[in-house]
């Protein structure tokens, strides 16, 4: 073996390796046998390149799987790219923006931007499916997917009309999310809410309305048609079922409806609520219980008042109404307050203005419909679904089932290019849902697209080929899928709709929901703050191995968890360190390996049966960060430090370390599959490189348990660890052969001559030594000729006096409630931490004394 390990020189051809055994094809495994166990990959936008986050995702779903197929499962990872409609189109048009192109939609028309938008994807899809190779990610290339291409297409189509042809899809005149710069609707699962300080304006409509309301958008006071209150607020009752025309200054007067709705919060403000049904959700769900009271829309797709307004405000920027409108009110002496608050707005996640609630046609899935032949409503069916579906961690089961109880109707249709186009097409009066256009002339499609969400919720069978394949019947429901908290409403809520609809079936048995990964202040990634780190250039610089356990190691289902490059480092080290191990164990001599089993062996085998047991418990559960720190202690602390230092006493050969090593490398492959095959092949483990990926799951009875051995050794351990730490602790040079006078058996004495550096014998006359007790075994370091017994005992009393001191000063500190309460946090921690080191240190100089006083 090489003297250190270069990931650069191995990566790309164990890649090769893997690709020429097409053991991640399940028809292709050495055993057909196996329970079928699929992962749906979650598809990666094509808006770029992937990141840090990609990173974390790859990492758990891999080694999920690479645990699953060395167990003897029928394994199959699909890998695709989503067409991410929305997102795509506004990455292209803001990127035609900053080269000067005001309008790209009105500059190049539909065929022409929607081949500028197909080549950036095609693009962004060849960087993403490389950078998914180089994160060693098992997937079956051949069944790659992409949410846009024929099949899925086919797929879309299909399911659109049918769900159309069963009343599940309509189209209707309702309330939705508007993105003015966007020019598209947006579903409310795709807004960002940010604090903003605006002005909160209370108000009366007229000097003689009874009734004072309050807003932060004057401008839409313009189209109020009533005034809510609550049914039991006594200070309202009288004018409830009575309606008042006000002149607003829109020219046109306006008749104000005073009705009772319960969810009024009489508590709140005035206790009464401005209803503005064309621009409000919630104020349009008040016009639906009382039509009545009709709706005015004064703000158009562009931002701009329209002629209901009144022509004093028609085509003014809404802005610039609002200021007009706040004046005039002013100006009339209806305006009763202005303060300043903070109020949470909502904007669109993709073009990032404010989001204006619009009233128009829009096509919906009516979630609270019954579905023809299974006599139950699509909320019903997610919600019965839901129960059946294991989700990790369990909390986020709750957040699913609250969010399907308050479930609306899906607005499904947007109003850009890029996209699934809607398959609905119009003669005249005429309207049919077909995926290709029907007989005769004059027919013109729907010029809408779907939401990107309504492809990918039927990804967990499209890509196994629906409706012809067998794979569907084999692979379905799959086994796992894995997804970050936010889009558990956006992704899973979907493909739960689309797999209970068509296919009566959930479509996955667990869900594991992971954290996102952000940078080392706990902020998101994102190009605005410039913390963006590409995953390549880590793994450029520190292996794919590195890189994949550091962001597994120390990382909780469900829970954020901060990217540190001294984490990769130091999973780094830890790959070198298992080559090191391999390549030690590799330069024994074959006699060295065989014979009867040693004190180390008995104690190792019988660590490595409890560590096999845990590992594997912990990749059944997915807790991969359990796993990576058991197989991370078990490797450094117990198999280098111990067992294979012990290997270097010639009369105590380590008979196990072949074993071991291969059980090490098996258990650490789904975690490190790079060098993991690298060592695997040096060692002959395996009879060609990319075998270990298939390599039987090692069984924790295969290995003896012998508990008398593990206790011998574990005195062995204390022993010399005691007397490194005193020789640390007395200034006393490591390679300074110490007099030890201790009993013990003839295999424990050599392992700690070696190990400690020092000289056993049971009697020696001497005036100073220093006393170790561990499991029962007494032992005494003689300290003559080596320490300055007196100078020592002044040194320690002179550092304890030191120490005394810091700690007065340091607990003043936390004991002063002004410092604890104006400190910065990380101040406060920082100060708490050296509090307890200089305990522990104190503990340690007082021992120290202690043992030669």
């Excluded at 799987?65 to 499962?73: A, D, E, I, L, P």
């Excluded at 290339?141 to 992409?146: F, T």
């Excluded at 080392?520 to 963006?532: I, P």
């Excluded at 910065?824 to 100060?831: C, D, G, S």
Aim: glycine letters at 6%; one cysteine or more; hydrophobic letters at 40%.
């Amino acid at each position: 073996m090489d003297k250190a390990y270069s990931p650069q020189d191995h990566e790309a051809r164990i890649t090769q390796a893997w690709d020429e055994k097409k053991y991640s094809n399940p028809d292709h495994l050495p055993s057909q046998n196996g329970e079928p166990h699929a992962v749906m990959m979650p598809p990666p936008n094509v808006t770029g390149v992937l990141h840090l986050g990609h990173a974390l995702e790859n990492s758990i779903m891999d080694t999920h799987m690479r645990y699953h197929r060395m167990t003897g499962k029928r394994t199959l990872l699909i890998p695709g790219t989503d067409h991410a409609a929305l997102p795509t189109q506004a990455r292209v048009e803001n990127n035609l923006k900053k080269q000067g192109i005001t309008n790209p939609r009105q500059e190049y028309g539909r065929e022409k931007l929607v081949a500028m938008i197909r080549e950036y994807a095609e693009n962004s899809k060849s960087t993403i499916l490389s950078q998914i190779k180089r994160l060693g990610t098992s997937c079956d290339w051949s069944r790659l997917a992409y949410t846009f291409d024929e099949e899925r297409s086919r797929v879309v189509n299909d399911v659109f009309v049918r769900m159309f042809n069963d009343g599940l899809i309509y189209r209707g005149y309702r309330v939705v999310n508007w993105s003015i710069a966007g020019q598209s609707t947006s579903s409310d699962d795709e807004l960002v809410y940010e604090e903003r300080a605006t002005t909160l304006y209370t108000f009366k409509y007229a000097k003689d309305f009874p009734i004072a309301v309050a807003t932060v958008l004057p401008e839409t006071k313009l189209g109020d048609t009533a005034v809510a209150v609550h049914p039991d607020d006594t200070r309202y009752q009288q004018y409830i079922g009575k309606t008042f025309t006000v002149d607003v200054g829109a020219e046109t007067p306006r008749t104000i409806h005073v009705i009772a709705d319960e969810s009024v919060d009489m508590n709140y403000g005035t206790g009464a609520l401005g209803v503005t049904s064309a621009h409000a959700t919630a104020d349009f769900d008040m016009y639906q219980k009382h039509p009545e009271i009709g709706i005015i829309p004064v703000i158009g797709t562009d931002g701009r008042m329209l002629p209901a307004a009144g022509k004093a405000y028609n085509g003014l920027p809404f802005k610039d109404a609002r200021k007009k409108f706040v004046q005039w009110l002013h100006d009339n002496d209806l305006l009763i307050e202005e303060k300043e608050i903070v109020h949470n707005v909502a904007l669109s996640d993709r073009y990032g203005d404010e989001i204006w609630p619009m009233p128009m046609e829009q096509w919906f899935v009516n979630v609270n419909k019954e579905v023809p032949g299974k006599g139950k409503t699509l909320k019903q069916l997610m919600l019965e679904a839901g129960a059946k579906i294991t989700i990790t961690p369990e909390r986020f089961a709750k957040t699913y089932t609250n969010w399907i109880t308050n479930l609306h109707d899906w607005c499904i249709s947007r109003q850009i290019w890029w996209g699934h186009r809607i398959p609905v097409w119009y003669r005249g009066a005429e309207v049919v849902a077909s995926a290709v256009k029907p007989a005769g002339e004059g027919w013109m499609q729907d010029a809408d697209t779907l939401d990107t969400w309504f492809s990918s919720g039927m990804w967990t069978f499209s890509t196994l080929g629906y409706p012809s394949s067998a794979h569907v019947k084999t692979f379905h429901p799959s086994a796992w899928i894995q997804m970050g908290y936010e889009i558990i409403y956006l992704w899973m809520a979907r493909m739960v709709l689309f797999s209970t609809y068509v296919l009566g079936e959930i479509p996955f048995r667990e869900v594991y929901i992971h954290g996102i990964l952000r940078d080392k202040q706990g902020r998101k990634f994102s190009k605005s703050l410039g913390n963006g780190i590409d995953p390549i250039q880590v793994i450029d610089e520190y292996g794919t191995d590195a890189l994949r356990l550091s962001v597994l190691k120390g990382v909780a289902p469900g829970n954020d968890s901060r990217f540190y490059e001294e984490k990769v480092a130091d999973a780094r080290n830890f790959v070198n360190k298992l080559w090191n191990v391999a390549r030690f164990v590799s330069q024994m001599k074959k006699d060295e390996t065989t014979g009867p089993a040693t004190l180390p062996d008995q104690w190792i085998l019988t660590r490595l049966h409890d560590v096999v047991a845990e590992v594997t418990e912990a990749y059944e559960k997915n807790q991969f960060s359990q796993a990576s720190e058991t197989l991370y202690h078990f490797v450094w602390n117990e198999f280098a430090d111990w067992y294979v230092e012990a290997a270097k006493i010639e009369s105590l050969h380590a008979r196990q370390a072949m074993n071991v090593l291969r059980t090490v490398l098996a258990l650490l492959h789904p975690l490190t599959p790079f060098v993991t095959e690298v060592i695997a092949k040096e060692m002959g483990f395996t009879q060609e490189e990319g075998e270990l990926m298939v390599a039987e799951w090692p069984k924790a009875e295969a290995f003896a348990v012998d508990h008398e051995s593990t206790k011998r050794f574990a005195i062995v351990q204390e022993l010399v660890t005691s007397i490194r730490a005193l020789k640390t602790s007395f200034r006393i040079p490591p390679s300074t052969q110490l007099q030890v006078l201790v009993e013990l058996g003839e295999e424990e004495r050599a392992l700690v001559e070696k190990l400690a550096r020092v000289t056993l014998g049971q009697k020696q006359s001497h005036q100073h030594h220093a006393t170790i007790v561990v499991g029962g075994v007494t032992a005494l370091v003689i300290l003559d000729g080596v320490v300055d017994i007196e100078a020592e005992k002044q040194r320690l009393k002179k550092e304890i006096a030191e120490v005394e001191g810091s700690l007065k000063g340091i607990q003043a500190k936390l004991n002063n409630e002004k410092f604890m309460q104006s400190a910065p946090e990380q101040v406060r921690v920082k100060t708490q931490e050296i509090h307890e080191e200089r305990l522990v240190t104190m503990a340690k100089l007082r021992e120290s004394l202690k043992q030669i006083d």
